[in-house]
């Protein structure tokens, strides 16, 4: 199993500026969630997906789009990219009990210049 | 406010020693209190997953202890090694809400030789 799979690795975007933020899993997991990493602050949770079609906002979805059209793959979109949406982002898959373990990517390092 | 608290935020010690990271919450409905590892560059890895009624919790080197009444967590790291040096986050799993992971701001270690 690959896991959790991210691409870029790194993407610097000019204000204004979109893109895709791409993230699949091969765990079968009907649930996944998009955080960002900021320095000095936890993991926040962006939007999350209980399963294909369903999509629901986290704490910061201002400026981000998402849609789950399978159950493996979770985009990330970033509608009109601004400086402050320069972070780490985060893909994450679990199953639906209370103690599955998290499973996370390996990150996207964006710069919003 | 749902809230997890780490300390110290840094720590530094030397190959062969031991150490110990707290973790302070005001998080409800509590579900699951969880410790990541984070290496530089990459997606945080689960260390151990425990529940309300889980005291103590060992995963090779690292032992995780739980007091649900206090409301407090540790990470104990024993014989540390150069590969110890990361970030460890503590993450708070409620029973019911949105926001289900509320995640600690990390502590990060580093191990000298």
């Known amino acids: 199993n690959a896991g959790v799979t991210q691409t870029p690795k790194f993407q610097v975007l000019k204000t204004g500026q979109s893109m895709t933020l791409q993230c699949a899993q091969d765990m079968n997991h009907e649930y996944m969630s998009w955080y960002r990493q900021d320095p000095g602050m936890g993991l926040r949770l962006i939007h999350y997906?209980?399963?294909?079609?369903?999509?629901d906002q986290g704490e910061v979805p201002n400026g981000y789009n998402v849609s789950r059209s399978t159950t493996e793959d979770f985009p990330l979109r970033l509608l009109s990219a601004a400086p402050s949406q320069t972070s780490v982002y985060f893909c994450?898959?679990?199953?639906?009990?209370?103690?599955?373990?998290?499973?996370f990517g390996p990150g996207t390092r964006l710069t919003v210049t | 406010k749902n809230q997890v608290e780490q300390s110290p935020q840094s720590l530094i010690i030397l190959e062969g020693k031991n150490c110990t990271l707290q973790c302070n919450y005001t998080v409800s409905p509590f579900s699951n209190l969880r410790w990541y590892k984070q290496d530089t560059g990459r997606g945080p890895v689960s260390l151990t997953i425990m529940t309300f009624s889980e005291n103590t919790k060992s995963n090779g080197r690292y032992t995780a202890t739980l007091d649900a009444d206090t409301k407090q967590s540790s990470l104990h790291i024993t014989a540390s090694q150069l590969s110890d040096s990361a970030s460890y986050i503590c993450?708070?799993?409620?029973?019911?809400?949105?926001?289900?992971?509320?995640f600690g701001t990390g502590t990060r270690l580093k191990v000298l030789a």
């Open positions: 993450v708070v799993r409620r029973e019911s809400g949105t926001y289900k992971y509320i």
């Open positions: 997906s209980v399963g294909a079609g369903i999509t």
């Open positions: 994450a898959s679990n199953g639906p009990g209370f103690t599955y373990e998290q499973y």
